[in-house]
């Protein structure tokens, strides 16, 4: 991979609840990963995020990418445990749920 890029959620979005605002999010990764960029999402100013926004922003990137991709090239910044678990356990059930039906 070449350069890191660096995202600020609050420079794209005004908030953090929606399928929209996760696309703009999704949007931006893809372009940046099709660049061959390692990407840093910084949570700057947020201190929770809604699972709509978590499932379009960053768990429709396993439909373009395998999981241990997304892992080693995509971290989280500015950061809460809140951000950390929520993003965590939607990977894991995306992770188990494919298990079971492939």
Do not use: P
């Not at 995202?7 to 372009?31: C, T």
């Not at 499932?55 to 910044?77: C, H, P, T």
């Amino acid at each position: 991979m070449g350069r890191l890029v660096s995202i600020r959620i609050k420079d794209y979005v005004d908030q953090v609840y929606s399928n929209d605002d996760g696309m703009i999010i999704y949007n931006e990764l893809k372009k940046h990963f099709e660049n061959d960029s390692k990407i840093s999402v910084s949570f700057k100013e947020i201190n929770a995020l809604n699972s709509s926004f978590i499932n379009s922003a960053f768990i429709g990137l396993l439909n373009d990418y395998d999981f241990q991709f997304i892992k080693e090239n995509l971290r989280f910044v500015d950061s809460t445990k809140q951000i950390n678990d929520a993003i965590k356990s939607k990977f894991s059930f995306e992770l188990n749920k494919n298990k079971v039906y492939n």
